[in-house]
T-cell receptor, first 114, second 114 residues
Framework: DTAVSQTPKYLVTQMGNDKSIKCEQN?????MYWYKQDSKKFLKIMFS???????INETVPNRFSPKSPDKAHLNLHINSLELGDSAVYFC?????????????FGDGTRLSIL | SQQGEEDPQALSIQEGENATMNCSYK?????LQWYRQNSGRGLVHLIL?????REKHSGRLRVTLDTSKKSSSLLITASRAADTASYFC??????????????FGKGTKLSVIP
């Protein structure tokens, strides 16, 4: 009965590969997010979707493409992986759109590029 | 750009003592949130305080907000070993650009020694 679940938990791959991370929330929330947390624990927003529509698209390389097939799912596809993509990627959701809503986070996907 | 900044970066205390963490931010805000992150896990929402509130309590947590000083503090009373985690503040950007997103600080790493 996990609220926000991400798969896989760990992802180790070679530079240049393409990979996807999946996220699902069973909270009935309207808004979902992708964050990147670097080795210094700095958490930065990448994307946000509200009811399957993109509302936040920060300065992220276009190798990163989010996809929301329905409001309970927000997947992240990454093309041509680079060493600098190594980080922990967190999916989150909130009941509504905007920073006044508490966010619920998944446990992260640790991506390591060899 | 980073909005909130926590202080200290790391804090080590004995079980039973109180722990105080501070957050300073740069621009006016509508609300401020505190989150906890246990090692290897996602962030967990602790408390939200609005710009017109000065203090808020939740169990052993007490949050204060001083908008004139652009700062907030999180006090954990009677700390327990289970409180060992990183603590983050997150702010919106008031009514300015980026006001639809939360911006997180780098966190305070709290260690509670049994």
């Amino acid at each position: 009965d996990t609220a926000v679940s991400q798969t896989p938990k760990y992802l180790v791959t070679q530079m240049g590969n393409d990979k996807s991370i999946k996220c699902e929330q069973n909270l009935g929330h309207d808004t979902m997010y992708w964050y990147k947390q670097d080795s210094k624990k700095f958490l930065k927003i990448m994307f946000s979707y509200n009811n399957k529509e993109l509302i936040i698209n920060e300065t992220v390389p276009n190798r990163f493409s989010p996809k929301s097939p329905d409001k309970a799912h927000l997947n992240l596809h990454i093309n041509s992986l680079e060493l600098g993509d190594s980080a922990v990627y967190f999916c989150a959701s909130s009941q509504g759109q905007g920073p006044q809503w508490p966010q619920h986070f998944g446990d992260g996907t640790r991506l390591s590029i060899l | 750009s980073q909005q909130g900044e926590e202080d200290p970066q790391a804090l080590s205390i004995q079980e039973g003592e109180n722990a105080t963490m501070n957050c300073s931010y740069k621009t006016s805000i509508n609300n401020l949130q505190w989150y906890r992150q246990n090692s290897g896990r996602g962030l967990v929402h602790l408390i939200l305080i609005r710009s017109n509130e000065r203090e808020k309590h939740s169990g052993r947590l007490r949050v204060t907000l001083d908008t004139s000083k652009k700062s907030s503090s999180l006090l954990i009373t009677a700390s327990r070993a289970a409180d060992t985690a990183s603590y983050f503040c997150a702010t919106d950007a008031g009514s300015g650009a980026g006001s639809y997103q939360l911006t997180f600080g780098k966190g305070t790493k709290l260690s509670v020694i049994p």
